[in-house]
């Protein structure tokens, strides 16, 4: 009886010592490794490349892993395009370049995409980087000295005008509003024609579209009142003008609640 009961407290014991469920790993986005595992038999478990995990985890060659390291596993996600959604606004919606969906959905210019169209998101594959500490709200000045065209007009249904317009002759300089990385630098669909979005960190954002001529790309670190663009009639517009959005997380505010001045300040 009492070799029975012993019996049974030391499997109760050996049953909570065990891992409560063992993760899929072919779902799992963490991985704590055990004793003998390699990333190469981790990768191949998890079906990602190795080479993806290295380049996550900050790992360099012969990519070594120690036991009781937690690793990333970036995997990919499957958006399916709604009504008024264009390429670059779900390359914003998840944090990534334009250019990472163009190359993993073999989209061809201008890089339309179409209601229902299920787009691979690729995961992110390069270690985060670490920045500054940035203020909550970015400082935002005005990007162009012309005259205000239209405002900003936006209405529950989603519907309006998400930004301002200034009036521009050909070929002025378009001014980053706040400093910040460019997140893309290029032609996106017929409404905008040259465009240049910035990353200012905390869900921060802000766009400049109609650019005859680009002076930035794509990763570029720039200031606030740095030259990103030249001013032009591209896409859209009826003559030379500047059209300008500022967006947090996603959601399009009014530029005009936050600008705080021009650049003579």
């Known amino acids: 009886m009492i070799r029975r009961a012993a019996a049974l407290v030391l499997s109760m014991v050996l049953l909570l010592a065990a891992p409560a469920a063992f993760a899929d790993p072919a779902k799992e986005t ?33 990519y070594k892993v120690r036991l009781g390291q937690k690793l990333i596993i970036p995997r ?19 944090g990534i370049a334009l250019t990472q969906i163009v190359v993993a959905n073999a989209l061809e210019e201008p890089f339309d995409v179409r209601i229902g169209q ?5 995961a992110m594959v390069t ?7 940035q203020p909550a709200t970015p400082y935002f000045r005005a990007p162009h000295d012309g005259e205000q065209l239209m405002g900003f007009a936006m209405r529950e249904d989603g519907s309006g005008h998400d930004g301002i ?5 050909p070929l002025e300089m378009v001014r980053a509003s706040a400093s910040g990385t460019v997140l893309y630098a290029g032609t996106e669909s017929e409404r905008f024609g040259g465009l240049v979005v910035l ?3 905390n ?27 030249l001013a032009g009639s591209e896409g859209a517009a009826s003559r030379t003008e500047l059209h300008f959005e500022i967006r947090r997380d996603g959601k399009k505010i ?6 705080q001045g021009s650049r003579s300040e």
Not at 118 to 122: A, F, G, N, V, Y
């Open 203 to 229: 869900g921060w954002q802000s766009a400049y579209g109609h650019l005859a001529r680009l002076t930035v790309s794509t990763g570029d670190a720039v200031k606030a009142g740095e030259r990103i663009g």
């Open 118 to 122: 299920r787009l691979i998101i690729p």
């Open 30 to 62: 963490e991985h704590v490794v055990t004793a003998g595992e390699t990333l190469g038999g981790i990768a191949n478990r998890a079906g990602v490349p190795l080479v993806v995990i290295a380049e996550a985890n900050g790992l360099v060659q012969p």
């Open 165 to 169: 317009d200034y009036a521009a002759n």
């Open 76 to 94: 990919q996600r499957v958006h399916t395009v709604k009504s008024g959604e264009t390429g670059l606004g779900i390359a914003n919606r998840y």
């Open 254 to 259: 009014d530029p005009a609640e936050l600008l």
């Open 127 to 133: 270690a985060p980087v670490r920045r500054a500490p």
């Open 199 to 201: 990353d200012h960190g």
